[in-house]
Nanobody, 126 residues
């Protein structure tokens, strides 16, 4: 059964780090890319990263590039989003989602995703 589950959110000060986890049971990461989305207060949900095991690559939104990094565990059952140098603007609910494809095609478009996690809250503030 496919059910994406996020964890690792919390409250941190600016400049600190958090690592989010997305458990991905029920399918192979070889067959589907995984993206992370963020919905900040009062804003639309946007894709901040996409990870493709098949393509061997990751893509990042310009606002997080150089600060966020995606990876997987050795058993290929968890996708991580390492968030460094967190800023106030990183506050929001973070969702992981399964892309219909094994590569990060059109990953900014929500209709290209077939499964979503429930979201985890990240709050950056002093």
């Amino acid at each position: 059964q496919v059910q994406l589950v996020e964890s690792g959110g919390g409250s941190v000060q600016p400049g600190k780090s958090l690592r989010l986890s997305c458990r991905v049971p029920g399918f192979s990461l070889e067959d589907h890319a995984i993206a992370w989305f963020r919905q900040s207060p009062g804003k639309e949900r946007v894709a901040v990263s996409c990870y493709s095991l098949a393509g061997g690559n990751s893509f990042y939104h310009i606002h997080v590039e150089g600060r966020f990094l995606t990876s997987k565990d050795k058993d290929e059952k968890v996708v991580y989003l390492q968030m460094n140098s967190l800023e106030l603007g990183d506050t929001g609910v973070y969702y992981c989602a399964r892309l219909k494809y094994d590569r990060c095609y059109n990953y900014g478009a929500e209709h290209e995703f077939d499964y979503w996690g429930q979201g985890t809250q990240v709050t950056v503030g002093s």
